[in-house]
């Protein structure tokens, strides 16, 4: 019983070190928030949001799309005009246009 102790121990630190390695490697989401209001629905064209902040952010490429997810609303992300701007297609993945207050959470890197 002893050994199997010992045993199960061992594995458990191997798994917690093999784990925070992967973890290293993936990043977490990114959180920001908006910079002003999106008040207007689009009409499937690009739309430019304002945000506080887009470091660690990338805009979709033909390999990876990448998107940014605000209250309930996923939208696909084209450009980053600005250090503080995004150009986005709203309303993407089934998703609802809505309208977005001034501070509403904003997060990007969700898989």
Known sequence: MKLFKSFASVVAILVMSVA???AADVPGPVRTTLAAAIATIASGQ???ITLTATTG???STTQQQTFLLIDTELM???SFPTTT???VIRGVAATRQSAHLNGAEVIYGLT
Do not use: D
């Open 57 to 59: 952010m990338t805009a």
């Open 46 to 48: 690009p739309s430019t």
């Open 76 to 78: 696909r992300i084209v």
């Open 20 to 22: 925070s390695a992967f």
């Open 85 to 87: 701007s995004a150009q």
